[in-house]
């Protein structure tokens, strides 16, 4: 079986919604386990959770886009994690991110690209959706990629909505795509 980690903080509960979208696309890749591992108010994991993400095949990264890049506690697991990238834990698993945010841009780019850095700082392999944007005048904003994430599944959630609101179907749909992209890379890298 190839193991999948999907880690992720959020703040309301929408990256959250975005994380279990991830988690059932990654139960359509035949073969593969997703474990969901929430990062808690305080930016902690448990030991349990830092020993799961040492054994997973591939990491998915998820953070809400706060003020241009991941919330504070992403940020602090991040930092927590020199202990696994001084003995190069991760090095070679499959990486991913994901991101959500209030408004359709909110400065998502940034938080991508930070989750790209994080995953290259660990000597990880990045792995993008692989999809191709809902970029034509017939586009609904309920399609799959409707944000035109490249780099990883972005999603968006009115400021306003509560998580049973948002993120939209066609942003869940894109994180499930994307989770089961992922779950196949790791299976082809295992090999």
Known sequence: MTKVAIVFHSGYGHTKKQAEAVHAGVLRAAGATPELIGIDAEGNLSDAAWASLEAADA????SPTYMGS????????????SKPWFGQKWKDKIAAGFTNSATINGDKGSTMSYLMTFAMQHSMIWVGTGLMPANSKAAQRNDVNFLGGFAGALAQSPSDSSPEEGPTVGDLETAKQFGKRVAETAQKFKK
């Open 59 to 62: 990491i998915v990264f998820g």
């Open 70 to 81: 991941v919330s504070w506690q992403f940020k602090k697991f991040a930092d927590a994690s």
